[in-house]
């Protein structure tokens, strides 16, 4: 984490206007500073009404430019100062916004350069969670027994036998008419109670016994416990090879922590929704009980029942996505970051930062302990544990008796595959031996759908969305063309827009969906199925796959990034990457360092439990230093090499990096704007300020897009040069502009 920890300041300001405004014949009144989440510069103060009670973190709505708007009070005051100022409407009541929270609203802003309202709207994600829960009223069985028993009835008290349940519920489970159900509470043999919609989260019991550990899993472990025990904030790295045993590890440290205080709330970032439910299992498993979970994907009713739960503290372990970064914790004692490393972690729409990095300053500010976790540490988390800021805690070697697999490459230029193919045959005949043997092959290409380019035989016009300059990706199930950029999608044409030519449109190049259809070819009696965020949509989906997958009835899966992360598949034995080089080419800081970690979380896929495991590598740069130091399991060879390079170049972490980015619907106006926003930047010793340069993906949903980069010393405060640049500039209105501290994507 490279930001300030200093906290900027919120700065309070009078609103005046026509309603509510107190007359300075009452005298001085105490007021509040309210913080709306909106995009506005600081909060703004607000009379108290006579006889109303607030403290910091209520909720709170009050007038605000012709409307009433709901906001939390950021302050308390003993007096206007004699200024007149509109009063508050009313109290909106429900749990408090601790001070925890309202540092961290305030932290990020300064660091992310964004109103404090922006970042208190990632907060208050669900205001409905502020009223009390619904009830609904249950039925149970009173004992009684009815004077004439029917079948229906006695499906009935069957049913009810269980878990009280509603009446539509019961008569749902008992397959009869709810008349059935009314009938028997008149009688009284069922009697009806209320209990809320949204009931708490059991709590996790500590004192189950997890798995048994290693020696070096239980050093590891102590090292955890004894950080637990010390209490305030530290920030720990385990570093273990994948299969290792971090997740048991962590999970020490959480029971270390729910001993020593019952009321602590713990929150397990994840990268992909896809490992919700495997992570889920296994905290049921050693606590007996499943975390809250928080994700995109879940329904409003469930993300109400956990932001009240989380904010009332009684949600003790929250399981979620980066998002979940930003829910209201009142106690929050631990914070853990698995896989680290993973770009996902990254943010680039909307509000945009890095969960890995604001879980630190988090948990900094509150007195946490902060747990990252990976096989493959980012640089930055590394040279952190180098220098000593963190903890390192080693984990060499998997659990049990499991192996690393052997991990080999494939010459492309010695073995190319046949014409209109992408499988060369020294990996069919591996994945033939594995299929003969019962065992499973994971084909890994991290590019989703049939083909990445769709272009006319005729005339070579290539498919491109209408709003950017992206090509088109063809997704052979749906028979339609996507910009995975911008969500477009339209079906693939019978004849191209440009020359009219019939059917001349063909895919170029390979995505899991054709890769799949090769496999299927070469395999025709293999089950053959395609793991990516296209084709298994939402948690259910991704939990039946994984089950077929752990379960043996998929011989050979073809994936994406999703497949290569934290699963744990027993037979399967082989991982073929189909395109080792993918992800080396382009202007990325990070290409040679990302490669490398999605190559060894592919190959990690491979061996567990009794069964060895092998990877090949398809590639025509076998002499790339990410695929020579995976081959040779020299992760320090690589590390030096990709430090000597940041270092020389003074990028992060030994530098600091800003970009800016402005976007409008007109180029020239654009054009303008931009030369006026880099006259406007402040000279600092240190700092060098590159651009405005069109950026790499010129255009957007229709906007034209300028790019400008910071570089700085690593000593620079990088945001505080941006928000001076920012304070100096006034954008058009119909320019946008966006502050990326740290970027990790140059597009």
Known sequence: MQGSDRLPACPSTLYSGSRHVLSDLFGPRPCAAILFPLPLPEAFDYAIPEGMELEPGDHVAAPLGGRMAQGVVWEVKPESGGRALKSIEHAIGG??????????????????????????????????????????????????????????????????????MSAADLARAAGVSGSVVKGLVDLGVLIGEDRPTDPPFDDPDPYR??????????????????????????????????????TEVYFEAIAELVRREPEAQILVLLPEIALTQSVMDRFEARFGARPALWHSDIGQKERRRVWREVA?????????????????????????????????????????????????????????????????????????????????????????????????????????????NWLSEPLIAEMDQVYEKGEQSLLYLNRRGFAPLVLCRACGHKMKSP???????????????ICHTTGFSMPKPKACPECGAQDSLTGVGPGVERVAEEARHRFPDAVVEVFSSDTTQGADAVRALVGRMERGEIDILVGTQIAAKGHNFPRLTLVGVVDADLGLAGGDLRAGERTYQMLVQAAGRAGRADRPGRALLQTHQPDHEAIQALVAGDRTAFLDAERMMREMLKLPPYGRLAALILSGPEPERLENCAREVAAAAPHAEGVEVFGP??????????????????????????????????????????????VDIEPYSFL
């Open 95 to 164: 749990p408090r916004l601790g001070e925890g929270t309202r540092r961290f609203v305030d932290w990020a802003a300064g660091y992310l350069v964004e109103p404090p309202g922006v970042i208190l709207r990632q907060v208050l994600r669900s205001t409905s969670a502020l009223r009390p829960s619904p009830v609904e009223t249950v039925y149970r069985l009173s004992g009684a027994q009815p004077q004439r028993q029917t079948p229906a009835r006695q499906a009935v008290l069957e049913a009810a036998a269980g878990e009280a």
């Open 209 to 246: 016994e997890g798995v048994a550990l290693n020696q070096i899993q239980a050093d590891a472990a102590i090292t955890l416990r004894r950080l637990v025990s010390a209490g305030g904030f530290q920030c720990a790295l385990i570093d273990g090879v994948t299969g290792s045993g971090k």
């Open 312 to 420: 009332s503290g009684r949600a003790r372990i929250v399981a979620g996505a980066r998002s979940a970064l930003f829910l209201p914790f009142t106690r929050l004692r631990c914070t853990i970051v698995d896989e680290e490393h993973d770009p996902t972690y990254k943010q680039d729409e909307g509000l945009t930062y890095h969960a890995r990095d604001l879980a630190v300053a988090r948990g900094k500010l509150e007195g946490a302990l902060t747990i990252l976790a990976s096989a493959t540490p980012s640089l930055e988390s590394l040279v952190n544990a180098e220098a000593g800021r963190y903890v390192h805690i080693r984990l060499p070697g998997r659990a049990g008796t499991a192996q690393l697999p052997e991990i080999d490459t494939i010459d492309l230029r010695d073995f190319p595959p046949e014409k209109g």
């Open 467 to 481: 709003e950017t300059d992206r090509w088109l990706v063809e997704h052979r199930y749906t028979g339609r063309l």
């Open 693 to 738: 340069a069109d950026a790499p993906l010129a255009v957007v949903r229709g906007r034209w897009r300028k790019r400008f980069l910071v570089q700085a010393e690593r000593r620079v405060d990088v945001s505080a040069y941006m928000r001076a640049w920012m304070a100096r500039v006034k954008i058009p209105a119909a320019i946008r502009s966006s």
